[in-house]
């Protein structure tokens, strides 16, 4: 063999061990590709931190999570800065929630009542409650329903004995009365200057009355008769 057939053979040698070794290479390559994106990312247990915004591309703060009067809370926020939702500790120590509308009036409230047990209200765009579910001293439910002015127009929750109670109002001023005591039903009408006018309803033996009285209270006639 001259040395020319001994250069070529040399050559096709080398280039075989090239090629293996560049096979080699693209197949490692391909398994640790694989094999990384199978991998899950590392996921901190706890994050720890003071404050944290929620932020939309231009940079306004959709949601904030903070310490406020020394309480957790969280606020949402519209693109265009106005408060949405807040939830928070009220001043008596419960877990509060109020949401607000595009204008950033407060229009719905859950909380607590002084007294103890939940309570609700609904505003209206003047932000005057117009509604109001919560808990009574006696640990009974109550509803109110006002007016556009926060006027009381109606209340019902429980008599003292246990029974319904109902009343009407206007002016602040209870106009008809409806409860359920342990005797039975009972209805009475009232004036605007807050005089029994009319009352039909149980007595305390559990016989009807029927009254009928003048403007200022006094009884006029009825079953029965006294």
Known sequence: MNQIELRIAKLEKN????????????????????????????????????????????????????????????????????????LFTSDGGAGAINTFDANGNLNFKVTRTTEGGGYMALYNSNVKEVMEVGVTKSDAGYLQINDDNANKLVWLTRTSSGGGYMSLSNNGKETMVMSTPGVGGRFSIYNSSDSRIGYFGTQDDRSCNLSVYNNSGTRIGGFPSY
Request: net charge positive; charged share 20%.
């Open 15 to 86: 280039l075989r061990l090239y090629r293996l070794f560049f096979s080699t290479s693209v197949i490692v390559l391909i398994a640790v590709i694989l094999m990384s994106s199978g991998k899950k990312a590392d996921v901190p247990d706890l994050i720890k931190a003071k404050a944290f915004q929620v932020v939309d591309d231009n940079g306004n703060v959709l949601l904030l999570l903070n310490k406020e009067k020394g309480n957790g809370q969280i606020a949402t926020y519209s693109p265009g800065g106005q408060k949405l939702v807040r």
